[in-house]
């Protein structure tokens, strides 16, 4: 619509104007006979008529520039014939979209951006050091006694998301967890190492619990720590805390090739 308007105009002032109405007739007339001048030239001369028809083209221009000078209106529009499309397809194309780009979980990122603003959480009281001894535990996890639960050496902001994730996966879901190990030394990192890949294929300083940005996690039921992936209760716990935890911004281990479900860690610049 807005190029029809413009055409209208154009064409009206042409009609409405002899001046414009010669002015442009003139302009295409001697563009006209300029471009066939310049073009026998160039099929009589051959390759020495390049050139001369290079400089009638310039002459040719330079006489159509002046034309241009004399006629202001008739520039104008013919300015506006060429530049208006482009801004117009630019005004009028929506925004794109990629396909198949689903809304996020408002529910959880809400509570994400309010931990952003400044919600502090506390980290939950230790559970004795016999809960993560017992004959199930230690069948999964034999080396987990040792293992450090400590919040205050994890990093603030990572403790935060794993803390929020926690109180997701209770809120909303009725699964209390528990941190089994976060910030790890560089010796025990070494010791997991050499129990075999089964464990870890990490040595010091290639994991993100020297940096205190990972942590290991489990359930709690009944008071005690449940680790096994045998137990479909625990399995369900297991993928709704893998959800939680990336909309939180972490990284799940439950991705991995070698699948370590109770393991997210906050990848992130190291200071």
């Known amino acids: 619509m807005l190029m029809l308007f413009v055409g209208a105009c154009l064409a009206g002032w042409l009609m409405l104007f002899p001046a414009g109405r010669d002015g442009a007739g003139a302009v295409a007339g001697r563009l006209g006979r300029d471009a066939d001048r310049a073009w026998r030239q ?67 990122n809400r509570q994400v951006a309010e931990l952003l603003r400044g919600e502090r959480l506390i980290a939950p009281a230790p559970l004795p050091p016999a809960a993560f001894t017992t004959a199930e535990v230690t069948l999964v996890r034999p080396q987990l006694a040792s293992a450090n639960r400590n919040w205050d050496l994890l990093d603030p902001d990572f403790t935060q998301r794993l803390l929020l994730v926690f109180k997701v996966m209770r809120d909303q879901y009725g699964y209390d967890m528990v941190l089994l190990e976060g910030y790890r030394s560089p010796e025990r990192q070494n010791r997991l190492a050499d129990a075999g890949g089964h464990v870890t294929n990490a040595r010091a300083f290639q994991s993100w619990h020297q940096f205190g940005l990972a942590g290991d996690c489990a359930f709690l039921r009944n008071g005690k720590v449940v680790i096994t992936e045998k137990d479909p209760w625990a399995m369900r716990g297991y993928a709704l805390y893998g959800q939680v935890a990336e909309a939180a911004g972490l990284t799940w281990g439950g991705r991995w090739k070698m699948m370590d479900f109770g393991h997210v860690e906050l990848r992130t610049r190291r200071r």
Not at 49 to 57: D, I, T
Not at 59 to 87: E, I, M, Q, T
């Open 42 to 108: 160039m099929a009589a001369q051959g390759a020495r008529g390049v050139c001369s028809a290079g400089e009638g083209a310039r002459a040719a221009f330079a006489r159509g520039a002046r034309l241009l000078r004399r006629y202001p209106l008739l520039a104008s529009g013919c300015a506006a014939l060429v530049l208006l499309p482009p801004l117009a397809a630019l005004l009028l194309a929506g925004r794109a979209e990629l396909p198949g780009v689903a809304a996020q979980d408002h529910a959880i």
